[in-house]
């Protein structure tokens, strides 16, 4: 959305209509101004705008009929409504079927200058992200990762230097943040691309058995080896092995691991003969490895030979201005999936989310969205439709603080965790935290760029 934005205004009342015209002229944006919801939908049909500021009592087919178009047919314009004296409950229930926000009487320059940049905010986030994604498919070749934030933009260049060469490659990050997903994405645009990506999870096997997923066995080798079987660095063969979860090896299984890392050869169980392999090992952990080489769990050795590139993958909470693009994905995935008629959230849902810390990462916040999609009756996801674990998190609210914790750490722990209690209201968010609401619009903006 550019800077001066071309705004739809679509309200009954002429006085109401030129204060709007006057202040919008002001903020340096350009208006048309009708009075009538035939009028406002034959415009929309002929050009596009960046917004539409509209009462709900429009004229002949009235405001809701003109958000019903908007939101099947403009998706990306924000729709604000003037609020009207007695019709509260109708404001709600045009923001619960899609309106972005609404515009209190009687009107505030600041109030309306907040609103409209936050919606700039939010549309160019949202072009930002799909030109990304377009260079991203078209140039690279990299598929399902979504993200804009500088944190996932400089995994997308590590993502890129690293593909075409040889190198080994270990992704660190918290559990749900994603790290298959870049080893795919590594291996779809790398000169291995047409080989197999073989994915196996260290953790979900015992001692012996990652050793017979790993490397494989001959015939006799064990009592119920009844045939040969090929390991996983032979399926793999030409193409990505990757190592889920590799802290969870045990010392013996890590020892033969070195060796297929140097000699690119893998002996199976119960052969003395071994077998070349060409193939490139990413390796991923959420646990810190350094650590465990300390306390004698880990090799040193095979961690230099897994580390020879490093991705840390950031958590969730620490790139919020992701988690409306990541909504939106899972909200359409799933709606899709399951034949459901959900289209979108309402802002006070998505505000409960951007508060929440998601320990689970983004994984917690697709089976969210997903179980959200299937149980909703309606079109858009509500707070109402919160599992009850996230619910119960804002039931109870508590700082997270310890020693070390900068001030304006623990003052954006403070705004996001009351801003959640009060289910997104912002007026009783200030009066509680005892400051302005322009001071908390403005600190919002900057937390998550809202």
């Given at each position: 959305m550019p800077e001066k934005a071309k705004i739809l205004v679509a309200v009954e009342e002429t006085r109401l209509g030129e204060?709007?015209?006057?202040?919008?002229?002001?903020?340096?944006?350009?208006?048309?101004?009708?009075?009538?919801?035939?009028?406002?939908l034959r415009y929309l049909e002929r050009e596009p705008f960046d917004a539409l500021i509209m009462s709900l009592s429009l004229p002949q087919h009235g405001g809701f009929r003109v958000l019903e178009v908007c939101r099947e047919r403009h998706r990306r314009m924000g729709v604000i409504i003037i609020g009207q004296r007695g019709e509260a409950e109708k404001t709600v229930r045009a923001l619960e079927a899609g309106a972005y926000d609404s515009l209190a009487r009687p009107l505030s320059l600041e109030r309306i200058r907040v609103v409209l940049q936050r919606l700039m905010d939010r549309q160019r986030l949202e072009r930002e992200n799909r030109e990304l994604h377009r260079e991203l498919h078209d140039r690279w070749g990299i598929h399902n990762l979504i993200g804009i934030s500088p944190a996932?933009?400089?995994?997308?260049?590590q993502i890129v230097q690293v593909a075409p060469s040889k190198a080994s490659l270990l992704i660190c990050g918290e559990s749900g943040t994603g790290k298959e997903l870049v080893a795919r994405a590594v291996h779809d645009i790398s000169?291995?691309?047409?080989?197999?990506?073989?994915?196996?999870?260290?953790?979900?096997?015992?001692?012996?058995?990652?050793?017979?997923?790993?490397?494989?066995?001959v015939r006799g080798?064990?009592?119920?080896?009844?045939?040969?079987?090929?390991?996983?660095?032979?399926q793999a063969d030409g193409g990505t092995l990757f190592l889920?979860?590799?802290?969870?090896?045990?010392?013996?299984?890590?020892?033969?691991?070195?060796?297929?890392?140097?000699?690119?050869?893998?002996?199976?169980l119960g052969s003395t003969k071994t077998t070349a392999v060409d193939l490139r090992v990413i390796a991923a952990t959420h646990r810190d490895l350094e650590k465990l080489v300390g306390q004698g769990s880990f090799r040193e050795d095979l961690l230099y030979r897994l580390r020879v590139v490093l991705v840390t993958l950031p958590p969730l909470r620490e790139r919020l201005e992701d988690?409306?693009?990541?909504?939106?994905?899972?909200?359409?995935?799933?709606?899709?999936?399951?034949?459901?008629?959900?289209?979108?959230v309402?802002?006070?849902?998505?505000?409960?989310?951007?508060?929440?810390?998601?320990?689970?990462?983004?994984?917690?916040?697709?089976?969210?969205?997903?179980?959200?999609?299937?149980?909703?009756?309606?079109?858009?996801?509500?707070?109402?439709?919160?599992?009850?674990?996230?619910?119960?998190?804002f039931s109870s609210p508590s700082l997270d603080l310890h020693v070390g914790m900068t001030l304006a750490r623990i003052e954006r722990e403070a705004i996001l965790k009351t801003l959640a209690f009060t289910g997104g209201h912002k007026r009783k968010t200030a009066k509680i935290l005892g400051i302005g609401l322009r001071t908390l619009f403005r600190r919002l903006k900057e937390y998550t760029g809202d």
């Open positions: 204060r709007l015209r006057h202040l919008l002229n002001q903020l340096g944006h350009r208006v048309t101004l009708l009075k009538t919801s035939d009028l406002a996932m933009r400089r995994i997308y260049d000169k291995r691309s047409g080989g197999p990506f073989v994915a196996v999870n260290c953790g979900a096997f015992s001692e012996n058995l990652i050793s017979d997923e790993l490397f494989g066995h080798a064990f009592t119920d080896a009844a045939s040969d079987k090929p390991g996983v660095f032979e889920d979860e590799v802290a969870e090896l045990a010392l013996p299984v890590q020892a033969r691991l070195l060796r297929v890392l140097q000699d690119h050869r893998v002996q199976k988690i409306p693009l990541l909504v939106d994905h899972f909200v359409r995935r799933y709606a899709a999936e399951n034949q459901r008629p959900v289209r979108g309402t802002r006070s849902l998505m505000d409960a989310l951007l508060s929440y810390s998601w320990p689970g990462n983004i994984r917690e916040l697709e089976n969210a969205v997903q179980g959200m999609v299937v149980l909703c009756t309606g079109d858009r996801l509500t707070e109402e439709d919160l599992p009850r674990h996230i619910k119960s998190s």
